[in-house]
Every structure is written in structure tokens, then in C-alpha cells.
């Protein structure tokens, strides 16, 4: 039991971090303007609206929070991925 609450509590640990990044990122895409800038916002609300769905419909039918923080890292290191690039 307590090794599942310290991995869960790292995972939320990291996810804070990773999600740091991909807002660091975004803002710097954001500042550049233009057409790169407008589908970024667009993607952006995109993916949130998505993730919120998603994370509802798992906590609602008894998922665990550990499953919800494994797919929102998946989804956020995804993201820092692309915005590296």
C-alpha cells in the first residue's frame, strides 16, 4: 500500500514538472504570433477539453487515480515531445 502511494505521489510530482515545460513551451510558441500561434491555441483547448472528457469518464467508472496520471503524463510528455521539436 505504501509503495503505491509514493509512486502515485511521484507520478503527480513529475506530471507537475513535465506539464511546467509544455506551458513554458506553448508560451514561447504563443509570443510568436501568427498562424503557428492561432492552431497551437486551438490545439491546445482541443487537447484539455479531450483530457477532461476522458479523465471524467475514468474517475466516474471507478478508475484509479493512478490510471488518470498515467494517461495525463502519457499526453503531457507527448506534448513536450512535438514542442521540442
Known amino acids: 500500500?505504501?509503495?503505491?502511494?509514493?509512486?502515485?505521489?511521484?507520478?503527480?510530482?513529475l506530471l507537475s514538472f513535465e506539464a511546467q515545460e509544455v506551458i513554458a513551451l506553448r508560451m514561447l510558441r504563443l509570443a510568436g504570433g501568427g498562424p503557428v500561434a492561432e492552431a497551437e491555441v486551438n490545439r491546445m483547448v482541443d487537447e484539455k477539453v479531450t483530457a477532461f472528457v476522458e479523465v471524467a469518464a475514468t474517475i466516474a467508472t471507478g478508475g484509479a487515480a493512478e490510471h488518470v496520471v498515467s494517461k495525463l503524463r502519457?499526453?503531457?510528455?507527448?506534448?513536450?515531445?512535438?514542442?521540442?521539436?
Not at 502519457?74 to 521539436?85: E, I, P, Y
Open 74 to 85: 502519457r499526453k503531457v510528455r507527448a506534448n513536450g515531445r512535438r514542442l521540442r521539436r
Open 1 to 13: 500500500m505504501w509503495q503505491a502511494w509514493m509512486r502515485l505521489s511521484r507520478d503527480v510530482t
